[in-house]
């Protein structure tokens, strides 16, 4: 691969940003200064480093985020803060993209990632990944409505899958759903004739939000996901 390819890929800068980084001497394969953007370089074996820097060739990044309320969950949007505006600055974004959405409201576990099969892979109806959330409801929930709950319930017209659904404390439960309609977790407490007042995310398949803080991001590797 060539080497500007490779640093671009790397999320060091576009193209032409980075034929600048190699031509002020800042880059090195295998200690040796390079000049020219053309070099080619074994994505494998060699030793890239940009300022003294080891930068591994990873050609896909995995982030979870524990998104804060208030930020929507696009790549960009002309109006709203959007979960990219949390990232910081170490986090590459080339070609970042959420794996499905929390509302605006919404906190917890967000995946973001630049493999546009496995994001493609997860959304799909077919894929059923479990999806946990902590909810704080504003009137307290009975058995028979938790038990409606787990078999499904309509939400305009589409009947939910079969979900788990268990209270923690009063008016705060756990409810984890197989799929991903469109402001589920509030349509199907709606449909208990309930409220939501405060959503998390905490699991997202085999991810765990655990105790991140808000705002923070952390890698993980494919292995942490499927
Ligand atoms: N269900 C919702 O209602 N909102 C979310 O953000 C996620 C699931």
Request: aromatic content about 6%; glycine content about 6%.
């Amino acid at each position: 691969m060539r080497l500007d390819k490779y640093l671009t890929e790397c999320g060091i800068g576009s193209r032409k940003e980075v034929k600048k980084i190699i031509d002020s001497g800042a880059v090195s394969v295998n200690e040796k200064t390079v000049s020219s953007p053309k070099e080619n370089v074994n994505e494998e074996k060699d030793i890239v480093k940009y300022n003294e820097k080891i930068i591994k060739y990873k050609k896909f990044r995995y982030y979870i985020l524990n998104k804060i309320s208030g930020y929507i969950t696009a790549v960009d949007d002309p109006r709203e803060k959007t979960v990219m505006d949390i990232l910081p600055d170490w986090v590459i974004k080339k070609d970042l993209a959420p794996v499905g959405r929390l509302d605006k409201d919404t906190e917890g576990l967000l995946l973001l990632t630049n493999d546009g099969q496995l994001n493609h892979r997860l959304l799909s109806p077919k894929s059923h990944v479990d999806k946990t959330y902590y909810a704080e409801l504003e009137k307290d929930i009975s058995e028979d409505d938790l038990e409606k709950l787990r078999k499904g319930v309509d939400i305009g017209g589409y009947i939910t899958m079969p979900a788990e659904a268990k209270k923690i404390e009063e008016k705060k439960i756990h409810l984890t759903i197989k799929e991903g309609k469109f402001h589920q977790v509030k349509k199907m407490l709606e449909a208990v004739n309930n409220k939501v007042v405060y959503l998390k995310r905490i699991s997202f398949g085999k991810l765990e939000l655990k105790e991140m803080e808000l705002g923070e991001v952390k890698e993980v590797e494919i292995g942490d996901i499927e």
